[in-house]
Each structure stands twice: as C-alpha cells, then as structure tokens.
C-alpha cells in the first residue's frame, strides 16, 4: 500500500533550461546495505543531498524509465525481507512501502519499459515474480525451481532472465508462453547478468567459476565461455563494452561487448573500512575494497562502481578505464543506480493520482 501522496512535480523540482538534458552530469542513488538507508548524490557538484530510510537489508535498487521514481528490494538480513521502498526522486522523499505479503527476500529487479510493473526475484521461494507499479499488486509468479534465484534482467521482447546462485544457472520465462520457464545451466555461483543492448545474447557472471558465459538468445545455450578471475559478481553493458565487478581481486574487468576480448581490468586502490558486524562479506576478502554494484551515465563515458567493502563510490572514465574520482558513502554500498537531474516531462503518474 502507498504510505503517502506526492506532491505535483513542478513544487519539487524546476523545469529543466534548454540543452541542459544534453549536459546533464545526473544523479545516483546507492544503496547502504548495512546501514539500511539510501543516499542520493548530485553528480555535478559531488555532494550528498540527502540520506532516506529503507527497509532492512536494502540490496538492489531500479529507476522507473521516467526518472522519477527509484524502487528498493528490501533484501533482509537474519530474517527474510518482504517488501520494497518507494522513493520519489524528484522531491528526495521516501513516499511508499509495497508489502509483498511475504518474506521472499526480493532481490533484483527491473522496470518494464512504460514503467507500469518490475519484474522482481523472489529467491526464497526460487520464483521471479511481475508487481504492478505503483500498486504494488503481485501480477505474475514464475517458479523456477532454481536454488538462490538473485539477479534479473529484461530484453527488448518482453522476456526477463534469472541468475540463479545456488543452481549455477540461468532461468528465462516470458507470460503466455509454454514452457513458461526455462533454464540451462552456466557455471557455478551464477550471480552478475545482464543483455547486450542488441537484445541478442545474455551474460552470466559465475562467481565460484571464475567465469563469464555467453548466452546466445536465439539458439538458448552458452557459445563462449571467458575467463574471468576474482569472483565475478555483475555485469554492466556501456560504451560498447562489457564490465564486471570482481570483488576478490577488488578490481573491475573490461571486454569488448561484441566479441568479448579482454580489455584488461582496473584496480581500486581504496582501502576497506572496519569489516566489523553486519557486513554481507565481513573478512571474505581480506583487504580488498569489494566491488559489486555498478552503474553507467547515459552517455556511457562515466560509470559509478559501489565499493561495499571501502564504504565508497570509485568514478571510473570508460574510455582510459582509469578510476577519476570518488565518493564517500554509508556502511557497504551495493545497490546502485544513475539517473538524470531533471526527470522526463509528461510521462507517469503520481502515486494517488
């Protein structure tokens, strides 16, 4: 249920000059799994503008395709997670809790393109499941049968995709087809995936393989393997390259996005904080700052990498794939998620509305 209305747009946020879209250096929201809250950073100047309350255990965190809204999986900690908060990014509030009636620890999630409903992972019950936005009404359940169902992704054909931890493997299902729900199997300790822009193929990152599968759509099995040492945890597409986070070595792995030939990798220099309690990888790697999350600028030459283990955001420029900057963030960020200063004009609607 929606805790709160929103106030009209125009009283939170100004209408954006001419070309400014164009120059727009944007905004992120991290997400701070330990610390159960939400920090929203201006890009432009550097600074935080403000720290918003989650649920417990917040990991991953999506942006609704007009930028105006970001919604959180409640992940949980000790106990499973059953909800998702809702924050109007305009007005830098917290305005909604969808309860999702279980605790199914959510996990990834992901906008449909008009922003009318998130596909969702409930890994406690290894089903991905369609909510609508900003009911919150659950629309579809998909068993997968796959242990640790975590991550998810959606192409340009309506079919969403399913890392799938536990099982190694990679889960699809699309509603009003049959068999509702496929999966293969692609290394173990499937986690990081994501779908090259041209909707034809998926890569999985394989955390326990030290692996990176090539998933081609159209046939559904795995046409290359790479590579990929230090536990890689996510998969980013930008700038027509493919990165992955590899939190072991504390370091972040470039390909080419076509081929998949190794572009190197970049190291974070940054130190790790206190690994005292509450972190999800407390002395699992040593020094390492422990990348995760990550996220690109719209015009793919920035991207913003969480370093849970440092308690920072490292800027890396895409192009000379050197670290440029940094920000300092709360206990473990993780989830994280660029958008633009100014949200889309007309699109949406307002809760309550």
């Avoid at 440092?310 to 000379?320: E, F, K, R, W």
Wanted: some cysteine; proline content about 7%.
């Amino acid at each position: 249920m929606w805790t709160s209305l929103l106030l009209p747009l125009s009283l939170c946020l100004p209408a954006p000059h001419p070309g400014q879209v164009e120059a727009d250096p944007g905004r992120l929201v991290v997400l701070n799994k330990a610390a159960n809250t939400a920090m929203i950073f201006d890009l432009a100047s550097g600074k935080r503008l403000v720290t918003l309350p989650t649920g417990n255990g917040p990991h991953e965190v999506a942006v609704s395709p007009d930028g105006r809204r970001a919604v959180v999986a409640n992940y949980g900690r000790q106990q499973a997670g059953s909800s998702l908060t809702v924050l109007d990014l305009p007005c830098l509030e917290v305005v909604a809790t969808l309860d999702l009636g279980k605790p199914i620890r959510p996990h990834g999630l992901v906008f449909t393109p008009d922003g009318e409903s998130l596909w969702v992972t409930a890994e406690a019950s290894q089903e991905v499941w369609r909510v609508s936005f900003p009911a919150g009404e659950v629309l579809d359940r998909f068993r997968t049968g796959q242990a640790a169902t975590h991550m998810v992704a959606l192409d340009n054909q309506g079919w969403a995709y399913s890392a799938n931890i536990g099982s190694g493997s990679l889960s699809r299902v699309r509603p009003g087809f049959q068999p509702e729900v496929q999966s293969m199997a692609t290394g173990a300790g499937a986690e990081g995936i994501a779908v090259r822009p041209d909707g034809r193929q998926v890569w999985v990152s394989n955390r326990q393989a030290d692996t990176v599968s090539v998933v081609d759509l159209e046939s559904w099995e795995v046409v290359k393997t790479l590579g990929c040492k230090g536990f890689p945890i996510r998969v980013l597409f930008t700038g027509g390259k493919a990165l992955v986070t590899c939190p072991q070595d504390g370091a972040l792995a470039f390909f080419d996005g076509q081929s998949g030939a190794d572009l190197g990798r970049t190291s974070f220099a940054a130190k790790a904080a206190d690994q005292g309690e509450g972190r999800l990888f407390r002395n699992q790697f040593g020094s390492s700052p422990v990348p995760i999350g990550m996220t690109a600028n719209s015009a793919g030459t920035r991207v913003y990498v969480a370093l849970a283990g440092a308690d920072q955001v490292a800027i890396v420029n895409l192009d000379s794939q050197e670290v440029i900057g940094s920000l300092t963030t709360g206990k473990e960020p993780d989830g994280i998620a660029w958008y633009p200063s100014q949200p889309a004009q007309g699109l949406g609607t307002a809760a309550g509305d």
